[in-house]
């Protein structure tokens, strides 16, 4: 059997310390992971596509078979295109479960090749979410221990240039 490679896709606006722990665990499953922006047109993001991946990439620098790129469209056909029909998810509880089975079969019914392999958060990392962390931080908060200094430092410095607006 070749290379066992799983895509883990993502908004990922900022990566935070549950989507990093999702990836260390997952490169001791697969041979290789590839972390996939999306670039979604309907979706408003905080962080622009390069800024996303050019996070990534400093997070992973040490994390070996790990790859970062974007993707737009469906995922299935960028899944494919990859040479793989693996998606990795994180699931943090049941809201989660609820939207990602619903898209983990949806994407079955668009491609049966397809399999969606979820990763349980750990403990510590249940409650971080993107979303809230962007509404914190925005409102004067600290996001220590929810994300990586880098993306706090990122957050910090996006939100004084909005506040500049
Ligand atoms: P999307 O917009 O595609 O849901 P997210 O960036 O919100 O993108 O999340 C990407 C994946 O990571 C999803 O499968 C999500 O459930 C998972 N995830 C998000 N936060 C955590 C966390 N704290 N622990 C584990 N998995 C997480």
Redesign the pocket.
């Known amino acids: 059997m070749g290379k066992r490679v799983a895509i ?6 900022p ?5 990093l ?2 990836v260390k665990r997952s490169v001791q499953i697969f041979d290789e992971v590839i972390v996939a922006v ?1 670039e979604s047109i309907h ?1 408003k993001y905080m962080f622009g596509p390069a800024e996303r991946v050019a996070i990534w990439k400093s997070l992973l620098k040490d994390v070996p078979r790990t790859k970062v790129d974007t993707f737009r469209g469906l995922l299935v056909d960028y899944v494919r295109g990859k040479g793989t029909n693996i998606i ?5 509880n049941v809201t ?1 479960f609820e ?2 089975i619903q898209m983990a079969t949806t994407n079955r019914v668009l491609n049966d090749k397809i399999e969606t392999v ?5 403990g510590t ?7 809230l962390i962007k509404e914190v931080v925005s409102m004067g908060g600290s996001a220590k221990g929810m994300v990586p200094r880098l993306v706090e430092k990122e957050l910090r410095k996006k939100i004084l240039e909005s506040n500049k607006k």
Do not use: C, V, W
Request: net charge negative.
């Open positions: 883990y896709p993502g908004s990922f606006d990566p935070t310390e549950g989507h722990n999702i999306s979706k990795l998810r994180g699931l943090r989660d939207y990602e979820f990763i349980m958060t750990e990392y249940s409650h971080i979410a993107a979303s």
